[in-house]
Structure formats: C-alpha cells, structure tokens
C-alpha cells in the first residue's frame, strides 16, 4: 500500500537548521508530486512547500529559508530547513498528490505519513 515516512525533526535553537526526510513506497514516486504540510498546536494544518515533476512551491513564510528537493532514485523528499523560527514549530507531514504538479493548496494530497516534530526553542 502507499506509505509516506518521515524523519529528522528534532529540538533546534531559533538560527539553526534542520533536513527533513519523506521516503515514499508502494507507488511510482517519480509520477507524484509531494508536498510538506504542518500543524502548530491550536491551528490549521498548512502547506509549507511542495515538489512536483516541473514545478516547486513554498509558502510566503518560508521562502528563502527552506528548501525543497527529491531524489527518486531513493523514493525521497527533503526539506532543508535554515534560520528557523519559534514560529516554525509544528508537527511536519510529508503527502502524496493526486497529480505530478503542485498547485499550492492542502487540498491536493492524498496520503500522509505520520508526522515529525520540529520544535524551534532557546
């Protein structure tokens, strides 16, 4: 079945960085775009970035900080995240769309993995 996994969230203090993974199985993973969602305690789940097949996408609060790649030879995505923010922490997702391009909206996504915490604390 499809199965998106992450890893690498963690405790940073705010300046540092930190490289999420999401390795994906029981699909063809080069086919799919795959998007980084989060959710703080008390709000919405939000996309943060996402990777298609020809296209990239970051929300506004994020741009320039985190970036987003894939290698499908490893059926996996990375999140390289820098400068973070207390405002950064949150439960990260990695999800599978139903399409090969990002569209910029939760919507889009169709399976999730289970969740890393990123908490960005002094």
């Known amino acids: 079945q499809v199965q998106l996994v992450e890893s690498g969230g963690g405790l940073v203090q705010p300046g540092g960085s930190l490289t999420l993974s999401c390795v994906g199985s029981?699909?063809?993973?080069?086919?799919?775009?795959i998007g980084w969602l989060r959710q703080a305690p008390g709000k919405e789940r939000e996309g943060v970035s996402c990777?298609?097949?020809?296209?990239?996408y970051y929300t506004e609060s994020v741009k320039g900080r985190f970036t987003i790649s894939r290698d499908d030879a490893k059926n996996t995505v990375y999140l390289q995240m820098n400068n973070l923010k207390p405002e950064d922490t949150a439960v990260y997702y990695c999800a599978k769309s139903g399409s090969y391009y990002c569209y910029g909206s939760s919507d889009e996504y169709h399976t999730w993995g289970q969740g890393t915490q990123v908490t960005v604390s002094s």
């Open positions: 990777i298609g097949t020809t296209n990239t």
């Open positions: 029981g699909f063809s993973f080069e086919y799919f775009a």
